[in-house]
């Protein structure tokens, strides 16, 4: 038997009505990118970050919280406010103390001469630095560079005075901060040496002991290693238009970083940027350059009590963000 025609009509719009909702329903049940958040302070050497973003190459799900100081960012890391953070190799040992599941999951870069210890002027020595006021901003990197300059002059670091001064402030005259010396990086280097500081000791006087890494917890769910592993690869990308002097990267540095375009092309000059393979090679737990520089690092670390607890370096190192990146 049929039904009428008018019934018929109204049953079809019905079935188009409700499939439409499904289909809408169906969009709005699909989740939205997980978001990760990443943690960097002022150094030029994350700069790649911010070139990333200001080209929208970096995934839009990936928010970058900028810090005044390396101690809060590994503060918010370690209460797990961050899912990376950009931190220097002495400082990933210091987190691997409280963070078991840390890994090294991005070689950075290392400071061939960015990070330096810069003294008023009149002092010209590392062994002027004795009975003096030294200012760092991390009592780890800074602590440690300091360390290696009296190593290097036969020193006790004990026979000067360390001061906290933040990353924030280091762009203020010595008088202002009241210290005589200050350990210190780009662009704050090029700002101080522009007013007549002292450059005494640098990293390039230690090479490849001042390395930068990005570090995660292996328990990190998949979805946001998978962030971190795009967050690779558009590294790599904007870290090559940078050592073009890509002129709209440079600028994006130069006024991020309050330089001048040849202060940028000058600072990346003393900066070195391991490319995929090197990371690869480098991440490797097997076989890395890395893993004896780690066990160096640690043991100098333990002697100027900068490591209080134990740290399993063999598992430390993870190339899982950079294996999948496209060379």
């Keep these: 038997m049929g039904y009428p025609r008018g019934i018929v009509m109204k049953g079809w719009r019905r079935l188009l009505v409700w499939l439409g909702l499904l289909g809408i329903l169906a969009g709005c049940s699909g989740e939205p ?6 943690g960097v302070n002022r150094w030029l050497g994350y700069e790649p970050l911010f070139v990333a973003r200001a080209n929208q190459s970096l995934p839009s799900s990936v928010r970058l919280a900028e810090f005044t100081s390396t101690s809060e960012g590994m503060r918010a890391f370690r209460n ?43 002092l010209k020595r590392v062994e002027d630095m004795v009975g003096r006021r030294v200012g760092v901003d991390s009592l780890v990197v800074g602590a ?16 000067t005075r360390i001061v906290h001064v933040p990353m924030g402030r280091h762009n203020l005259d010595f008088s202002a901060l ?23 000791f640098s990293s390039a006087n230690v090479p490849g002991e001042i390395t930068d890494v990005l570090v995660f917890r292996r328990s990190l769910p998949q979805d946001k290693q998978r962030q971190l592993q795009q967050v690779a690869q558009t590294w790599f990308d904007a870290v090559d238009r940078l050592l073009r002097y890509d002129p709209a990267a440079i600028a994006v540095v130069a006024e991020r970083q309050a330089l001048t375009p040849s202060q940028v092309q000058e600072a990346l000059e003393a900066m070195k940027f391991p490319g995929i393979r090197a990371n690869r090679t480098l991440l490797n737990p097997e076989n890395s350059e890395l893993n004896p520089v780690l066990v160096r690092l640690a043991a100098r670390m333990r002697e100027m009590d900068l490591l209080t607890r134990p740290v399993r370096l063999d598992t430390l190192l993870d190339d899982r963000l950079v294996r999948e990146v496209k060379s």
Aim: proline residues 5%; negative net charge.
């Design 33 to 38: 990118p997980v978001s990760v958040t990443i």
């Design 80 to 122: 797990g406010a961050l899912d990376a953070v950009a931190v220097t190799l002495d400082e990933a040992l210091s987190l691997a103390q409280l963070v078991p599941d840390l890994s090294i999951g991005l070689v950075v870069d290392y400071s061939d001469g960015a990070d330096v210890l810069l003294a008023r002027p009149g």
């Design 144 to 159: 440690y560079l300091l360390g290696r300059a009296f190593d290097s002059r036969n020193l006790d670091i004990s026979q």
């Design 178 to 200: 009241n210290v005589d010396a200050l350990v210190t990086f780009e662009p704050y280097r090029s700002q101080q040496l522009a007013r007549g500081a002292v450059q005494i």
